[in-house]
């Protein structure tokens, strides 16, 4: 089970960043997203596909169709920019082994 | 919110164990699921493992003959061990907190993470 991500995305201040996590099954487990800043710990952005964390921007936002989702984020912040990692879990062993995607590089120009 | 604090011995030589343990705080390890996820310098994240509130443990296909978490419920800590290290473990380990475990799972509090290094 892999997740597959863009290595780099770009985007200028103010414009819509999209972020994409490819699944390569069928049957897809719910997808989660971190973005992670240098020298600092993942922090979680979106949970269960779209749903937002307390104290997560607005302008954050997920949505999918079929074995891909995505995290959008609108009006980007020079903030924003960070390595951005998608999360989901494979359980069709009958357990759940946890995938991360091989990240994402947000630059804001 | 709960606060996850890794610790351990930032260099291990080749062929031996890599011991870490995180310590949960402001929150009871009795609940959830706990997990450790690493980072190799400039690399993407790995998964390693996690063991439930009821002890339950599932690791890493990749690494499973190697490792082994744990958890202790008296000292709020839970922790890793992977044997038979090379420089390809060297990594930043970070211990995390897990939600959802009946949606698949996520991670929604970390420690700051803690630089291993594997060398002799």
């Known amino acids: 089970y892999e997740l597959s991500q863009p290595p780099s995305v770009s985007v200028s201040p103010g414009q819509t960043a999209t972020i994409t996590c490819s699944a390569d099954?069928?049957?897809?487990?719910?997808t989660n997203w971190y973005r992670q800043k240098p020298g600092q710990a993942p922090v979680l952005v979106i949970h269960k596909d779209t749903e937002r964390p307390s104290g997560i921007p607005e302008r954050f936002s997920g949505s999918s169709s079929g074995t891909t989702v995505t995290l959008t984020i609108n009006g980007v912040q020079a903030e924003d920019e960070a390595d951005y990692y998608c999360?989901?879990?494979?359980?069709?062993?009958?357990?759940?082994?946890?995938?991360f995607g091989g990240g994402t590089k947000l630059t804001v120009l | 919110q709960v606060q996850l604090q890794e610790s351990g011995p930032g260099l291990v030589k080749p062929s031996e164990t890599l011991s870490l343990t995180c310590t949960v705080s402001?929150?009871?390890?009795?609940?959830?699921?706990w997990s450790w996820i690493r980072q190799p310098p400039g690399k993407g994240l790995e998964w390693i493992g996690y063991?439930?509130?009821?002890?339950?443990?599932n690791y890493n296909p990749s690494l499973k003959s190697r490792v082994t978490i744990s958890l202790d419920t008296s000292k709020n800590q839970f922790s890793v061990k992977l044997n038979s290290v090379t420089a390809a473990d060297t990594a930043v380990y970070y211990c995390?907190?897990?939600?959802?475990?009946?949606?698949?799972?996520?991670?929604?509090?970390w420690g700051l993470g803690t630089l291993v290094t594997v060398s002799s």
């Open positions: 995390a907190k897990g939600r959802g475990f009946s949606y698949g799972m996520w991670f929604d509090s």
């Open positions: 999360q989901s879990a494979d359980t069709s062993v009958g357990d759940r082994d946890v995938v």
């Open positions: 402001n929150g009871s390890i009795s609940s959830y699921a």
């Open positions: 099954a069928l049957a897809r487990q719910y």
């Open positions: 063991i439930t509130d009821s002890g339950n443990s």
